[in-house]
Antibody, heavy 126, light 107 residues
């Protein structure tokens, strides 16, 4: 069965860096785009961007450029999120989520996030 | 960017009630609209995709409708396990934006 298992909670000081991993199993890793979604405490869902495991090409949403880096290790079917220069406002749960394309017309497809990791809480505090 | 506006932000209802949540897109997104349910401490789960198609395994008391800019999620005969937060999401264009969420609470 498809599984996305994320690394555990992290407590970091402002200015530090953090790596969040998302280890996948049960499907062909290179066949599905991986997304990262942020949820600040008590807030909604915010799409940070995605990475194509086939090409390694990342797409970043506005507000998630510069300090945020998506990467992959296809040999272990794992996606990574690195955040550098941590700020208190980065305190959030970070989810990885797989994109499933459907109802495609030519190269244009609808998308839904059909499998999610369990989330990784990153707390930034001195 | 396409803005997704959900209403209400919260509602109180009783077991057995029917509830409707609305989601409005800032531009035409055809049926590129998904609904997710999120319970406290858990990852979101997709309920409805393509505005009205039920995800496998989701109870039929959940239904979605709409196209263009206005969409609704209806839950008939609320069950105790339905008390959760619900989010809409558009997949018409990047960035893939979510609505602000609706928290369904027990009255």
């Amino acid at each position: 069965q498809v599984q996305l298992v994320q690394s555990g909670s992290e407590l970091k000081e402002p200015g530090a860096s953090v790596d969040v991993s998302c280890k996948t199993s049960g499907y062909t890793f290179s066949a599905y785009i991986m997304n990262w979604v942020r949820q600040a405490p008590g807030r909604g869902l915010e799409w940070m961007g995605s990475i194509n495991p086939n090409t390694g090409n990342p797409t970043y949403a506005q507000g998630f450029t510069g300090r945020f880096v998506f990467s992959l290790d296809t040999s272990v079917s794992t996606a990574y999120l690195q955040i550098s220069g941590l700020k208190s406002e980065d305190t959030a749960v970070y989810y990885c989520a797989r994109t499933l394309d459907f109802y495609c017309v030519g190269s244009s497809c609808q998308k839904r996030f059909d499998y999610w990791g369990q989330g990784a809480l990153v707390t930034v505090s001195s | 960017d396409i803005q997704m506006t959900q209403s209400p932000s919260s509602l109180s209802a009783s077991v057995g009630d029917s509830v409707t949540i609305t989601c409005r897109a800032s531009q035409n997104i055809y049926t590129y609209l998904n609904w997710y349910q999120q319970k406290p401490g858990k990852a979101p789960k997709v309920l409805i995709f393509g505005a009205s198609d039920l995800q496998s395994g989701v109870p039929s008391r959940f239904s979605g409708s709409g196209s263009g800019t206005d969409f609704t999620l209806t839950i008939r005969s609320l069950q105790p396990e339905d008390f959760a937060a619900y989010f809409c999401q558009q997949s018409y264009s990047v960035p893939l934006t979510f609505g602000g969420g609706t928290k369904v609470e027990i009255k």
